[in-house]
């Protein structure tokens, strides 16, 4: 199995709204990531957790907040998102290495449009 | 950081012709260089990666080049079909986790 599976595929919610988007591998990865594409444009980093644990943030907004359970588990919990927010979230997982020298597997992604 | 810039932006050939993108970037520190291919409305996905031990690796139509000394890579697809069209990124990575993409090649295989 060679595949990262998010949940939903589409996602329309309010500005007071409470979502979470959700992602899972079986590859056995230790290295689990978040990332925001805007149209045209490409994926930006926003968390990787190594090992379960939070590893890198970068300056997101605590409207965002993420969350790995598990080895195989990570989501992403939205709270009082922005229409600028809207954008599609790509989950990607991937083996720890020192050199970050390792193939990104990415999921399909959540289109997330905030009204 | 790692700064990654590509070219070109828009790239249209012709079925049969080739493609060539490329990439420069400013920190030495990581010794891997991949390239995502993105097709409409999918998953990017990695089609092709070198280390810097080597200054050229090739896959089928696909190939990518490195040059240490100038600091940039480069990938060449060959007798490009319709479904090469795609957004082509290539990446760095930054340490253990982090990878940074460049902005992207929009290429058009126009029959």
């Known amino acids: 199995d060679t595949e990262v599976t998010q949940t939903p595929k589409h996602l329309v919610m309010g500005m007071t709204n409470k979502k979470s988007l959700k992602c899972e591998q079986h590859?056995?990865?230790?290295?689990m990531y978040w990332y925001k594409q805007k149209a045209k444009k490409p994926p930006e980093l926003m968390f990787v957790?190594?090992?379960?644990?939070?590893?890198i943030n970068e300056s997101v907004p605590s409207r965002f907040s993420p969350e790995c359970p598990n080895s195989s588990l990570l989501n992403l919990h939205l709270h009082a998102l922005q229409p600028e927010d809207s954008a599609l979230y790509l989950c990607?997982?991937?083996?720890?290495?020192?050199?970050?020298?390792?193939?990104?597997?990415f999921g399909q992604g959540t289109r997330l449009t905030v009204v | 950081g790692e700064n990654v810039e590509q070219h070109p932006s828009t790239l249209s050939v012709q079925e049969g012709d080739s493609a060539v993108i490329k990439c420069t970037y400013s920190?030495?520190?990581?010794?891997?260089f991949p390239w995502y291919k993105q097709e409409l409305g999918k998953r990017p996905q990695l089609i092709i990666d070198?280390?810097?031990?080597?200054g050229e690796k090739k896959d089928q139509r696909i190939a990518v080049t490195l040059n240490k000394t100038a600091k940039h890579f480069s990938l060449h697809i060959t007798e490009t079909q319709p479904e090469d069209s795609a957004v082509y990124f290539c990446?760095?990575?930054?340490?253990?986790?982090?990878?940074?993409f460049g902005t992207g090649t929009r290429l058009q295989v126009t029959l």
């Open positions: 920190d030495s520190a990581s010794n891997y």
């Open positions: 957790y190594s090992y379960e644990k939070l590893s």
């Open positions: 990607a997982s991937s083996q720890v290495t020192p050199e970050g020298d390792t193939e990104a597997f």
């Open positions: 070198i280390r810097s031990n080597v």
């Open positions: 590859m056995g990865h230790r290295a």
């Open positions: 990446a760095r990575p930054s340490g253990a986790s982090k990878l940074t």
